[in-house]
């Protein structure tokens, strides 16, 4: 257990529909990450947060954005979803900056029909 | 730009083998971190180890050793007496200042009894 944790585990949902993912970092961690697993894109990095502010962007679509809230936790809102959002998102943390290790989430399967 | 190569696709070995799991990157900074994570069948990602540009050394831990490389830009993971519990999916990442973590395709290391 890596102490990240995220919900729901599972989410199926529709096109064009709008879903928030949550993920609380390990204890003490400020730094948060989110990143999407596919088969056709593989492990892509989406967009960190650092206490509360966004530090990098990876190719996060403009349909998706993100925050990181005063308790650390962070949630990723996806938006006008389309079939190929279908993926597992993860969520990961880190004490500091992401050349630190970072401690994975058991992420969360999003099926869009 | 950042790459991770895995050119292994998938291994199969059979249990008590030894097997090496490949790692190339590119990058043109010479301060860089690289990364091993194991993707077991559950699916989340655990880390396994990180390394910093300037420490050449190689790491043991147990059954597992890296060998660490910067005249061939390669960070090579070995399993010694490999186990069915190796099963899973490797991949190995790179991050430099842009502070991205970038993933390598991963390698499906399969252990059968």
């Known amino acids: 257990d890596s102490g990240v944790t995220q919900t729901p585990k599972h989410l199926i949902t529709a096109t064009g529909q709008r879903v928030t993912l949550r993920c609380s970092p390990r204890s003490g961690d400020l730094s948060v990450y989110w990143y999407q697993q596919s088969l056709d894109q593989g492990l892509q990095f989406l967009i960190q947060y650092y206490n509360g502010e966004e530090r990098a962007k990876g190719n996060i679509l403009e349909r998706f954005s993100a925050q990181q809230f005063p308790d650390l936790h962070s949630e990723l809102n996806l938006s006008s979803l389309e079939l190929g959002d279908s993926a597992l998102y993860f969520c990961?943390?880190?004490?500091?900056?992401?050349?630190?290790?970072?401690?994975f989430g058991p992420g969360t399967r999003l099926t869009v029909t | 730009a950042q790459k991770v190569t895995q050119a292994q696709t998938e291994i199969s070995v059979v249990e008590k083998e030894d097997v090496t799991l490949d790692c190339v990157y590119e990058t043109r900074d010479t301060t860089y971190y690289l990364f091993w994570y194991k993707q077991p069948p559950s699916g989340e990602l655990v880390f396994l180890i990180r390394?910093?540009?300037?420490?050449?050394q190689n790491e043991i831990s147990g059954r597992y050793s890296w060998n660490f490389q910067k005249s061939t830009s390669s960070f090579n993971f070995t399993i010694t007496a490999s186990q069915v519990v190796d099963s899973a999916v490797y991949f190995c990442?790179?991050?430099?200042?842009?502070?991205?973590?970038?993933f390598g395709t991963g390698t499906r290391l399969l252990v059968s009894p």
């Open positions: 990961a943390s880190s004490t500091g900056t992401a050349t630190y290790e970072q401690y």
């Open positions: 990442a790179l991050i430099t200042g842009f502070q991205k973590l970038v």
């Open positions: 390394r910093n540009s300037f420490d050449e």
